[in-house]
């Protein structure tokens, strides 16, 4: 068999119906642990995605609804929009053990970058993914478009419209037409401080390396975010310690959650690209109470994805299920209103016969 045949055999046409889906599905709820929001320009026509691979759409008007049965037979952690389509996989090299999906029409299906890829898929608004050194944007008509090898394997991505950025075991590097230029950050030593590409700027005040990204401007770090573009490390509050982290569409902004267990409340952290102001918000207990769930937020990892848009909405979705929307105004502006809802199953009844094909 050919390496091409190969690769082919690998692609899903269809699979199994996942864990939660009911079989009249009229406005039922669903048990899906929730993985990633797949951002849209407008957060209520998001899209989020199940770890499975379970799919709700955002219908505008703060509802997201799973029309379709299936899934994937590997757990994801991110997701973005390319195009009419949703890319979705790993977020680090650490977790990755299988290629891209992709979702269109309800229907998922494998992104053939390379044999036996294990892919890193990019945070961000761009689709991007990589596995081992080699980067591929995944954003274009037909099949994806292999960008300039990495100087060493990837493990972490960002990527926007405006660039993409990697984090390697070197140190960080973004795309300079088709090379790869170092980060270097202020104060590191050894391999780390640059990424194997060509020579770069030294930031001062810069981390030494970085737990992942937002997109391309920004990398998270252990205790704040890092903005590349303004060479400007971000802190966040004291006591606040962050369960998602993500940018809008433009790439300025980025927004961050958690749950701290001593108050219910669902803390909020805006920060604006260019600026070291850092705007609080909270989705109070009694708001998020109100919606269907599988449990209380009681701990960072109950926050499974944030999302921006450039009109100031921010949407939270937690691991159970639960979404918090806040529609307008900015944080601490007073004209934000918190709303509270669950996902839910919409789904074709049963037909009779064989089940789905499944992947293992």
């Known amino acids: 068999m050919t390496a091409r045949a190969v690769v082919a055999a690998t692609v899903i046409a269809a699979l199994a119906g996942v864990r939660g889906a009911s079989a009249d599905g009229a406005g039922s709820g669903s048990s899906a642990a929730i993985a990633a929001i797949a951002v849209a320009d407008d957060v209520r026509r998001s899209t989020i995605v199940g770890v499975g691979g379970q799919v709700y759409d955002g219908d505008g008007r703060g509802a997201w609804v799973r029309t379709a049965a299936g899934g994937v037979g590997d757990d994801l952690a991110v997701a973005v929009r390319a195009g009419t389509t949703v890319i979705a996989g790993a977020a680090d090299a650490a977790t990755a053990h299988a290629p891209p999906f992709r979702e269109r029409a309800g229907v998922w299906e494998i992104v053939p970058i390379a044999l036996h890829a294990h892919a890193v898929v990019a945070r961000g608004t761009r689709a991007v993914a990589a596995a081992g050194k080699q980067v591929f944007a995944l954003d274009r008509a037909g099949a994806p478009a292999a960008l300039p090898d990495a100087p060493a394997v990837v493990l972490a991505i960002g990527a926007t419209a405006g660039g993409v950025a990697i984090a390697t075991d070197h140190g960080v590097a973004r795309l300079d037409g088709t090379r790869w230029r170092a980060i270097e950050m202020s104060g590191s030593a050894g391999p780390r401080g640059a990424a194997g590409g060509q020579r770069g700027d030294a930031i001062d005040g810069a981390p030494s390396s970085v737990v992942g990204f937002a997109s391309d401007r920004w990398a998270i770090t252990a205790t704040g975010v890092f903005d590349v573009t303004a060479r400007a490390a971000v802190a966040w509050p004291a006591g606040f310690v962050a369960g998602a982290v993500a940018a809008d569409a433009a790439g300025d902004v ?13 803390a909020v952290v805006v920060i604006r690209a260019g600026s070291t102001r850092v705007d609080r918000d909270a989705v109070p207990a009694a708001v998020l109470a109100g919606a269907a769930g599988s449990g209380a937020a009681s701990s960072p990892a109950a926050v499974a994805a944030v999302a921006i848009d450039r009109d100031g909405r921010v949407l939270v979705a937690l691991r159970d299920g639960r979404i918090a929307l806040r529609d307008n105004g900015h944080a601490g502006s ?8 669950g996902v839910r199953d919409s789904l074709p009844a049963d037909r009779p016969g064989s089940p789905p094909a499944a992947s293992h």
Do not use: K, N, Y
């Open 334 to 341: 007073g004209a934000a209103a918190w709303t509270a809802t």
């Open 254 to 266: 980025v927004a961050a959650a958690a749950a701290p267990a001593s108050s219910g409340d669902l």
